[in-house]
């Protein structure tokens, strides 16, 4: 079984995915071949980012650290940094809008912002309270704010600058196992076991929620495109929603099954002008729907 993520990086078209069998693999999203298996996390990897500038890829893992990965011309990758300022497990990553920092979320009940310059870690922020930790992350597309999900079923919104919180967005039920901002800024979608959910961050109020398609399965994965017009969410399926104006009408125009058998997707990712869709699941592959499929 694996916990796959993907995400598509900017230059060539090579999607890259990571599970419990503790490596990342990249291929080529055309052709379906591998390029490269990277190894050294000894426990399942539970997050990675590709950063679009210097060939650099980073990877998260339930064995508590970091990796910071170099590409070659040759298309070869090497760890360049282990980084090992959590104490538990890192749950996410997410790497700032200007590509010069990311950020680190663990079960430790820190988040950690780094320079990806010099991949040293500028301040580390904990709470002291009874939750479990984070459990995801993302930046706000004007890389002021910052998003994370917790244990205990929590949205917190964090002010970047001076490490502070902004807004709790309380609601979900369980864990909150994926988010996404719009690229317009305005929205926030959120995943766990009660379905997804779309916050007014100029209200901090949720104006709409997507119950599960099945109750007996978390939803694990929401993710806007580039343009803010489509929302994936997968659950046990992958529903595809057109967002004329997110506030008054969300049209689901495709339902993709989930071709594993599983029923248990864990990671959506929108390709380039949404040309396609990558999503991991339960089953250790990989699958890509093309833009003909929704």
Known sequence: MADATSQKYRKPDIVATGGMDTNAILSDRLSGEILCSLTGHSKEITSLKFVNQNGLFITGSADKTVRIWQGSKDGDYSCIHTLKDHTAEVEAVTVHPSQKYFVTTSRDNSWCFYDISTCSCLTQVGEASGQEGYTSAAFHPDGRILGTGTTDAVVKIWDVKTQSKAANFDGHVGPVTAMSFSENGYFLATAALDGAKLWD????????????????????????????KYLAIGGSDIRVYQLANPKMKCRVIKTLQ?????????????GVDATYIAVGSMDQNLQIFGHQSY
Do not use: Y
């Open 201 to 228: 961050l100029r209200t901090s109020k949720c104006f709409k929620t997507f119950p599960p398609c099945n109750s007996d399965t978390t939803t694990n994965a929401v993710e806007f495109d580039f343009s803010g």
């Open 258 to 270: 989930d071709l594993s058998g599983t029923g248990k997707i864990t990671s959506i990712k929108f």
